[in-house]
C-alpha cells in the first residue's frame, strides 16, 4: 500500500485516493464516483474512441448502407434506455467494417459490432443481446475498473489532468494499443450475460438471442473461441449458456421459449443490406 500511494503521491489528491483504496481493497460501486467521475470516464472514452476510429486499417467505420447504421444504433440505444445503472451515460453504437465475428465496449459508453457478427447472427434478438451483453461491461464498470489500475493509471491520469498536449495524445495511443488492459474476468462476463437477459427482457426482446450466439460460436468454433471479444477471460461456451438458460428461467416477464420475439425477418431484411 505504501509502495503505490507514494508512487502517485504527487497527482491530485483524487488521484492519490485511487491508489489508496485499490491497494487496500479494490474497487467497490459505491465508491467509484470518488475515484473517477462519470465526466472524467466520458472524456476518457470520447479521447479513446476518437483514436482507435484514427486507426483505419485496423478499425475502418462501415459507411454503407445507412438502414444498417441507422438499425444497429437504434436496437442499441433502446437497449441502452432500459437501463436504470447509468441513466445518464450518452450510449454510442459504431460498426467496423472487417469481417471478424466480434464486438467491444469501452469506457465512456461506446460500443463497436463487427460487420463480420452482423453477416453471422439470424435474428434481431442475437444483436440486442450482443449489445446488451456490451452494455452491461459499461454499465457494470468493468472496462473503467480495468483502466483505473496498474500501469494504465498513469495513461488516465496524463490524459485527464495532462497540460502538455503532445504527452495527452501520446498517452491516448498507449492506452489504446494496450487493449490487453480491457481484458475481463469470467466473472464479469457471466454479469454482463446476466444483466443482457434483463436488459433485452425489458426491451421486449427474447433474451435467448445472446444464448443462440452462443450456440452458434459453440458449434463453429468449440468451447474457447477466440474471436469474439478475444482479450477476454472466458467460461467455457456451454457453461455460459447453461448459466444464461437458468437466468432466463427466473427473470419475470422473459420469454420461457426459444421462438418468441426473436425478430427473424425484420433483421434478414437488414443483414440482406449489409
Ligand atoms: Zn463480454
Given at each position: 500500500m505504501n509502495r503505490q500511494f507514494t508512487r502517485y503521491r504527487y497527482f491530485p489528491c483524487t488521484v492519490g485516493l485511487f491508489s489508496l483504496i485499490l491497494s487496500c481493497q479494490g474497487i467497490t460501486n459505491a465508491l467509484r464516483p470518488l475515484l473517477i467521475s462519470e465526466d472524467d470516464e466520458t472524456k476518457l472514452g470520447n479521447s479513446f474512441k476518437a483514436q482507435i476510429l484514427s486507426d483505419t486499417r485496423e478499425y475502418p467505420q462501415y459507411n454503407g448502407n445507412q438502414a444498417v447504421i441507422r438499425f444497429v444504433d437504434s436496437v442499441g440505444k433502446y437497449l441502452a434506455s432500459?437501463?436504470?445503472?447509468?441513466?445518464?451515460l450518452p450510449f454510442t453504437f459504431t460498426i467496423l467494417d472487417k469481417d471478424e465475428i466480434n464486438a467491444f465496449a469501452i469506457p465512456g459508453g461506446h460500443i463497436f459490432v463487427y460487420t463480420g457478427l452482423l453477416r453471422n447472427i439470424e435474428s434481431t434478438s442475437e444483436l440486442a443481446g450482443v449489445l446488451a451483453h456490451e452494455i452491461a461491461h459499461i454499465t457494470l464498470y468493468h472496462g473503467v475498473n480495468k483502466m483505473v489500475q496498474g500501469e494504465a493509471l498513469n495513461l488516465v491520469n496524463t490524459i485527464l489532468f495532462g497540460s502538455d498536449s503532445s504527452s495527452i495524445a501520446g498517452a491516448i495511443a498507449n492506452l489504446v494499443e494496450s487493449l490487453?488492459?480491457?481484458?475481463?474476468s469470467k466473472n464479469d462476463e457471466y454479469d454482463a450475460d446476466k444483466y443482457s437477459v434483463r436488459y433485452t427482457t425489458d426491451a421486449g426482446i427474447n433474451p435467448a438471442g445472446m444464448k443462440h450466439f452462443l450456440k452458434f460460436l459453440l458449434d463453429k468454433y468449440g468451447e474457447e473461441p477466440k474471436i469474439f471479444e478475444p482479450l477476454s477471460t472466458h467460461p467455457r461456451t456451454s457453461e455460459r449458456i447453461n448459466a444464461i438458460e437458468k437466468e432466463i428461467s427466473r427473470t419475470p416477464g422473459a420469454p420461457k421459449d426459444d421462438t418468441s420475439l426473436l425478430y427473424k425477418e425484420e433483421y434478414q431484411k437488414i443483414k440482406g443490406l449489409i
Open positions: 432500459v437501463q436504470d445503472e447509468r441513466p445518464n490487453a488492459f480491457l481484458k475481463l
